[in-house]
């Protein structure tokens, strides 16, 4: 049946989003700044600014809203702008679900795999933030759905730590140097396993206001990232060098985006493991498997390489 979904936002996430829901058949209307977004027959772009506009027309007659805008990545962007603009969000959506992308900064550091009901109690700087925005949503009227997920790899993901700056020096032959420590297990989260996600959780009353974890394959360290990069390129693994914890900590102590990889050195750090097992029972899907992910990943970006920014 042909229903109407509307997708704030055409980065990596909202943009994959849009695409499986035309897929399935919908009727798409993604909202941007820009009017930026996939193009189709399914699909409708809009030029709305979320922050100042009336949005309660674009909404309207929508079965689901999907949220995946966002704002500088920075913590004092993120204090002044977030909350506000999800609250705008909520409440022009006036009863129709409204599903965020989340991210594991609520849960702060656990020692051991992060699961659904591990703590979501983090307060410093940017983790803090994620925590009162879950706090907001769950206090709102209208229904939503958060799916957290790891760090983000796919097609269309270019700003992040396996996205440009692991694979443009890896297809050209060059040094990669990855943060804090390239042998530790870490998860990565394949953006159509988590747009695929919100889109289930979206037609289904039952998993409403929710914290659900998108489908991430089991944990692999920095180094075999790189190496199934590598595979998938047909290429030798580059040679990998690490930029260390302390130098990234001294380098936090001065304002800018330094100071904002800090928040999170913590992933790098140490195990950073997430535990959809739960989840993917809910949802009645698995993650695709990272040899496959990879390959799609560079597939895309040999044919592609454009620069796709994070948010709306």
């Not at 936002?9 to 943009?15: D, N």
């Not at 700087?125 to 769950?138: E, M």
Request: glycine content about 8%; charged content about 20%.
């Amino acid at each position: 049946m042909n229903e109407l979904h509307v997708v704030i936002g055409a980065g990596p996430v909202g943009w994959t989003v849009a695409e499986q829901l035309a897929a399935l058949g919908h009727s798409v209307r993604v909202l941007t700044r820009s009017g930026s977004g996939p193009e189709g027959p399914m699909v409708e772009r809009r030029s709305v600014d979320i922050e100042s506009d009336d949005l309660g027309p674009h909404l309207d007659g929508a079965t689901a809203v999907y949220h995946c805008a966002h704002v500088a990545y920075e913590n004092t962007v993120w204090r002044e702008k977030l909350e506000a603009m999800e609250k705008r969000v909520l409440d022009a959506a006036a009863g129709t679900v409204v599903v965020f992308p989340e991210s594991l900064y609520a849960y702060g550091r656990v020692d051991g795999p992060i699961s659904e009901d591990s703590p979501r109690e983090a307060t410093f700087r940017k983790l803090g933030v994620r925590t009162q925005l879950l706090a907001a949503r769950d206090r709102h009227s209208t229904p939503t759905v958060s799916i957290a997920a790891s760090d983000f790899y796919g097609p269309r993901v270019t700003i992040s730590h396996m996205g440009e700056r692991v694979i443009t020096p890896l297809l050209a032959g060059k040094t990669i140097r990855v943060i804090a420590a390239a042998d530790l297990p870490h998860s990565f989260t394949y953006v159509p396993d988590f747009a695929a996600a919100m889109i289930t959780a979206a037609a289904s009353p039952s998993m409403w206001n929710t914290v659900l974890h998108a489908p991430t394959a089991p944990a692999v360290s920095q180094r075999a990232m790189i190496e199934m990069y590598s595979a998938a390129a047909h290429l030798p693994t580059p040679k990998v060098g690490v930029v260390p914890a302390w130098v990234m900590q001294a380098l936090s102590v001065v304002p800018g985006p330094m100071k904002e990889l800090g928040d999170t050195l913590y992933q790098f750090r140490y195990p950073f493991v997430l535990d959809s097992s739960r989840s993917e029972a809910i949802l009645g899907r698995g993650p695709t498997s990272l040899a496959d992910g990879t390959a799609d990943t560079i597939a895309w970006w040999k044919s592609s390489q454009p620069a796709v920014p994070i948010g709306n």
